[in-house]
């Protein structure tokens, strides 16, 4: 329990009155060179960050009866005065060695020796110490894991503000609530996807960073690849900065792809890679060997044009996408719906993987969000009544979907005139059909993201927040691709301010 106290003090307490400083934290060096995570928060109440953090939940706060965000962290009176002294410099997380069971150490620099050896001594129930002025803690492989370190930071061999900010790229000296930086291929590996496909085997880094600035948060994140070891067609994002255009509804989620069969069939070519002997891929190869087709060039790269998809809170879902030859697309459907159902138990044979998430985000797919839970062996697909290019999924064992985010009886997918749709209703197809589009203010790249979270409901904020906050409004993100790799923003707007 101190442990956890002590965590949650050292990642947010109250130092010096001074400007919070940007630069890169000397504690850095007790992290190795190939830390295969590496986390970096504020300790300074008094700070912009965690000041804006504060004054971002005080609803919060104040229903639960907390005078300041710095009050629920440190609520031991005897602890904080203790811990308060040694705070206000960035600490500093970082783990190694096997994924599996990583040693996990936190380092922070403190304005006193001598204070932060008395709390050393006295935490006798934690793996600390005291390297001079810098405490260490062992939150993972104990003493031993703070031996390294210290030993590491000593002999000059550890991580560097330079190796940082090299592998986070920009932001990495911001003024920000949380910068992480990780090993994109140990993530990959995590993943179950680190496979012989360029553009996996090009991944270096991950980072991500949110920041609270005065009137809005701005959240980014980055995979970070080696361009000598791929070309534009290995990418899975259209590369330039034209972003496609998006829907703009009251209490939707809009968000839009300019080519999103290069995001379809770069997964499918991942599933043959990582998952070759799954049924997914299986029925798949039946598929083409019986009508006689490239299940990528043929199905998926149809969807080079743009497409558009629209979410609810309450799980309704649809997207429509612009297919190379329409009229190919209304011959093969009734060829490719009968098979669909082997394939789609085939895709949730394959688990929670990473690859599922991915292959559920896209437009062109004849599945939505949540649906897979309940891909069991009942459904079936047949044409909709007086709708000659429309197909439904039905049978979805809805019992095993609980209660989740996204949660549909059945699923309508086909071509709604020379557009193929894919909805949880007849109706929302449909409509998502006739869209109307426009440009994303400040968006680009090949992939954005648009809601007005002041036109939800109160329960769908409640429910997407977590906590109550101040009022928010505009959300937009884009995803741009290059061959150094891919960056994702996001920036919420908060028409109150922080200050």
């Not at 002590?6 to 940007?22: K, N, Q, R, V, W």
């Not at 060039?297 to 969807?303: G, I, K, N, R, S």
């Amino acid at each position: 329990m101190a442990l956890a106290v002590l965590c949650l003090a050292l990642a947010g307490g109250c130092g010096s009155e001074e400007a919070p400083s940007t630069e890169l934290p000397d504690a850095l060096g007790y992290a190795p060179k190939d830390a295969f995570a590496v986390v970096l928060v504020p300790t300074d109440f008094e700070g912009e960050q965690l000041r804006r953090l504060g004054h971002l939940v005080g609803p919060w706060l104040r229903e639960n009866g907390a005078e300041s965000l710095r009050s629920v962290v440190m609520d031991d009176a005897d602890f904080g005065r203790q811990i308060d002294p040694l705070l206000g410099g960035t600490l500093v997380l970082t783990a190694y060695g096997d994924p599996d069971d990583p040693a996990v150490v936190a380092a922070l620099d403190t304005p006193d020796a001598e204070k932060a050896q008395a709390l050393a001594d006295k935490m006798e129930d934690v793996d600390m110490r005291a390297d001079g002025s810098t405490l260490v803690i062992g939150l993972n492989h104990g003493a031993g894991a703070i031996r390294d370190a210290i030993a590491r930071k000593q002999a000059g061999d550890g991580m560097t503000a330079a190796a940082f900010a090299d592998a986070f790229g920009p932001g990495a000296d911001d003024d920000a609530l949380v910068r992480v930086l990780g090993d994109a291929k140990t993530l990959a590996r995590e993943l179950d996807v680190d496979v012989d496909v360029p553009w996996i085997q090009a991944l270096r880094w991950a980072s991500a960073g949110l920041r609270l600035d005065d009137d809005e948060i701005d959240a980014h994140a980055r995979l970070s690849t080696d361009p000598d070891g791929v070309s534009e067609d290995d990418l899975p994002l259209a590369t330039g900065d034209d972003p496609p255009e998006a829907g703009d509804l009251d209490g939707r989620i809009s968000a839009a792809n300019r080519d999103q069969s290069r995001t379809t069939v770069f997964l499918a070519t991942l599933a043959r890679k990582a998952y070759p002997n799954s049924t997914f891929v299986r029925e798949v190869e039946k598929l083409e060997a019986d009508l006689g087709i490239s299940f990528e060039d043929e199905v998926l790269a149809q969807f080079n044009g743009p497409s558009a998809s629209i979410a609810t809170p309450d799980g309704d879902f649809a997207a429509v996408s612009d297919v190379a030859d329409p009229d190919a697309m209304r011959a093969l459907l009734p060829k490719l719906a009968p098979r669909l159902p082997s394939i789609l138990r085939g895709l949730r044979g394959l688990g929670n993987t990473g690859l599922v998430a991915l292959l559920l985000m896209a437009p062109d797919a004849p599945l939505v969000p949540g649906a897979l839970p309940a891909l069991g062996g009942g459904i079936e697909v047949r044409p909709v009544a007086r709708e000659p290019d429309l197909y439904e999924i039905t049978g979805l064992d809805t019992e095993r979907l609980g209660e989740p985010e996204f949660a549909v009886p059945s699923v309508v997918f086909g071509m709604i005139g020379d557009r193929f749709v894919v909805a949880t209703t007849l109706g929302e197809a449909r409509r998502v059909a006739d869209m109307d589009v426009s440009e994303v203010d400040g968006a680009r790249g090949a992939a954005v993201l648009r809601t007005d979270l002041g036109s939800w409901a109160r329960d769908q904020l409640e429910r997407a927040y977590g906590v109550k906050t101040l009022p928010m409004r505009e959300v937009t993100g884009d995803l741009q691709a290059s061959l150094d790799g891919i960056e994702g923003r996001l920036r919420v707007e908060i028409p109150d301010g922080l200050d």
